[in-house]
Nanobody
């Protein structure tokens, strides 16, 4: 199984930016899609963004226009550039990899955590007002 390790979290003031990274233990080109999620205390895990093996992306409305997902296949690393951060973005952020059908991507169910096979341990993002 591929192992995922997130990094880049931290504390930032509202309006600031952070870039999260997700390093895979081996080549993730065999995956069908990879995503970023977050979970705040007492809330469900929320799907934020997803990218397919060919680079197509989707974003949740809550982050569209502020967050950008990208990947570097040569480095086996997934990135999440987060701009215009808000206090409500405070959460633990996770990356995940899926070998399930890309129908989840095109059908809109990519944001369901159950459609992913492996998860990282998470990185904390705290945004102060």
């Amino acid at each position: 199984q591929v192992q995922l390790v997130e990094s880049g979290g931290g504390s930032v003031q509202a309006g600031g930016s952070l870039t999260l990274s997700c390093a895979a233990s081996r080549n993730f080109y065999m995956s069908n899609f990879m995503g970023w999620f977050r979970q705040a205390p007492g809330k469900e895990r929320e799907g934020l963004a997803v990218i397919t093996s060919d680079g197509s992306t989707r974003y949740a409305d809550s982050v569209k226009g502020r967050f950008t997902l990208s990947k570097d296949n040569a480095k086996n690393t997934l990135y999440l550039q987060m701009n215009s951060l808000k206090p409500e973005d405070t959460a633990m952020y996770y990356c995940a990899i899926s070998y399930f059908s890309t129908s989840h991507f095109y059908g809109g169910t990519w944001s369901n955590p159950g459609n992913y096979n492996n998860w990282g341990q998470g990185t904390q993002v705290t945004v102060s007002s």
